[in-house]
């Protein structure tokens, strides 16, 4: 979810705090979070997982959520899943919370019908 130069420019810093996809952390610093190195972090770019905001000098900057994303995939790895399969599995994974949200909303609609 990548946002646009002027979207994050407009926020207040008050708003920057609480938004989970503002991009805060530069590689280094996210790698570090992670427990990873920045190889890592391209890596999910160049699988299409994560796309990073870049900064005006061409610097990836992640948010709170790509870096969510990216620990959830360290485990998977960690446990000895392959990246590509890790990394799919992740966005599976996401699909499938989303169609349980989609189909219990779907539920309190007819319930709520009756």
Known sequence: MKQSN???NESSA???FDDQHYPAYNIGTAAQMLNATPGFLRSLD???LLIPHRSEGGHR???RFQ???ASRVRDLLD???ALD????IVVLEDQLAAARR???HLQEVIDGSD
């Open 6 to 8: 002027s979207d994050v």
């Open 67 to 69: 870096l969510r994303i």
């Open 85 to 88: 399969a890790a990394c799919r």
């Open 46 to 48: 160049e699988a299409n």
């Open 14 to 16: 008050g708003d920057k």
């Open 79 to 81: 446990q000895g899943t």
């Open 102 to 104: 989609a189909n219990a």
């Open 61 to 63: 900057r992640y948010s």
